[in-house]
């Protein structure tokens, strides 16, 4: 059962490792700034995947990371 959805890990990571990557560009050395950025990683792109579920058969789903995330960001800002 693991090995059927192990690309959906990899997928996972790459968006979390890979693309967003706060750990990299956020230079701290404070192990709690550290383990935040890890969590707000997973988070954002946990939100990222459930928006994209569900609004998967909708004409308003947005397709790419960044623009969610940039969306999001302002959002979270002019709300």
């Known amino acids: 059962m693991l090995y059927d959805n192990f690309s959906d890990i990899d997928i996972h990571d ?8 706060l750990e990299e ?4 050395k404070n192990w ?3 383990i935040f950025s890890s969590i707000f990683d997973i988070t ?18 947005i ?3 960044h623009i ?10 002019y709300n």
Do not use: P
Not at 15 to 20: D, T
Not at 44 to 61: E, K, M, P, V
Not at 68 to 76: N, P
């Open 44 to 61: 954002l792109t946990d939100c990222y995947f459930a928006y994209y579920q569900h609004n998967l058969f909708h004409q308003y789903s």
């Open 63 to 65: 397709n790419e990371f």
């Open 32 to 34: 709690a700034h550290r």
């Open 14 to 21: 790459h968006y979390c490792q890979g693309s967003l990557n």
């Open 68 to 77: 969610f995330l940039r969306k999001l960001a302002k959002q979270m800002i």
């Open 25 to 28: 560009s956020w230079t701290t």
